[in-house]
């Protein structure tokens, strides 16, 4: 098993509207470090516990019930603390690697930006839910959003109320987490995502990932 640079492990989170390629890129970044001995753990937002995955059913039915939100962002921090206690945090304690599809910055594009609940309550949440943990490095994965809704649309496996969202809100999506890679310059990295995955996979490992490893 390859040592970490320190002992305080490496969190990764994946960023991006629907059909970036993130879930891709995840697998591939962890299967990599993985061959080269590192421990790692990849993860889901909203999910990665046990009471987490629970309150995800519960957010992914919200087009069958009523849910405004500001009550949807309660219970996405609420799953994002459990998470964080039961699972990231652990694991980086333990020196190990954990990569997350999603993290709080999904939740200050889809529930701030797209559904217009002020950042500072979303900050404030993010506080009490992780002080002032985040991310060691961020990828946003950026594409085209007409191609981002082809991809998402054509995801018979995963069809939900995000795939299915109007042509707009794709471009509202895209616009917030590239105007987020702005704000958070310190740990993000804008990743194009159009091209072939292995060479974005590629890209990410060889000039962003094992740089911090060594």
């Known amino acids: 098993m390859c040592p970490m640079k320190n002992n305080h492990g490496l969190f990764i989170s994946f960023e991006g509207g629907e059909g970036v390629g ?17 421990t790692v753990i990849t993860t889901r937002e909203p999910g990665g516990s046990e009471t987490a995955e629970q309150i995800r059913q519960i957010i992914r039915a919200k087009s069958e019930i009523e849910m405004d939100a500001i009550t949807e962002s309660l219970l996405i921090f609420a799953a994002r603390r459990d998470h964080y206690v039961k699972l990231i945090k652990p694991q980086l304690q333990k020196g ?19 559904e217009n609940v002020p950042i500072t309550q979303l900050m404030f949440l993010k506080q009490m839910a992780l002080e002032d943990f985040e991310p060691d490095i961020t990828f946003v994965l950026d594409i085209p959003s007409d191609i981002a809704r082809q991809r998402a649309l054509g995801r018979q496996l995963s069809f939900d109320k995000y795939d299915k ?37 590629d890209k990410i490992l060889n000039k962003y990932i094992l740089p911090k490893l060594h």
């Open 96 to 114: 190990n690697i954990v990569i997350c599809d999603r993290f709080f910055d999904s939740s200050l594009v889809y529930q701030g930006v797209l």
């Open 22 to 38: 993130k879930s891709t890129q995840v697998a591939l970044l962890a299967e990599s470090l993985r061959q080269r001995g590192y």
């Open 165 to 201: 969202m109007p042509a707009d809100n794709y471009e509202i999506i895209r616009n917030g987490f590239l105007k987020l890679a702005q704000v958070f310059d310190y740990r993000t990295v804008l990743i194009n995502s159009i091209g072939n995955i292995h060479n974005i996979a």
